[in-house]
């Protein structure tokens, strides 16, 4: 499985961005789909993920602000970010799942500041 992701940037407090990532190779196998995020000196984290069947997690610090969502046909998982603040920079990595691997993308830079 490979992924490939887009989106990020340079924006202000409260602002929005959309990060998009696409998995192709074997992406029939994967089960769950999402996003951590790894800020300098800190441990990477779980953002939000997604199941198959449309179950979600967030972590609870972009609950309310934070939206995944999934294509299963096209094996595409979105992540909307609303109200951004300076605490949500980072990189961000977009992740798949299948019952006995994890697979990464290259992550993509997420800053908020004014």
């Known amino acids: 499985v490979q992924l490939q992701a887009s989106g990020g940037g340079l924006v202000q407090p409260g602002g929005s961005l959309r990060l998009s990532c696409a998995a192709s190779g074997s992406s029939s196998s994967i089960r769950v789909m999402g996003w951590y995020r790894q800020a300098p000196g800190k441990q990477r984290e779980l953002v939000a993920r997604i199941a198959t069947g449309g179950s979600t997690n967030y972590v609870s610090s972009v609950k309310g602000r934070f939206t995944i969502s999934r294509d299963n046909a096209k094996n595409t998982v979105r992540l909307q970010m609303n109200n951004l603040k300076p605490e949500d920079t980072a990189v961000y990595y977009c992740?798949?799942?299948?019952?006995?691997?994890?697979?990464w993308g290259q992550g993509t830079q997420v800053t908020v500041s004014s």
């Open positions: 992740n798949a799942g299948t019952y006995s691997l994890d697979y």
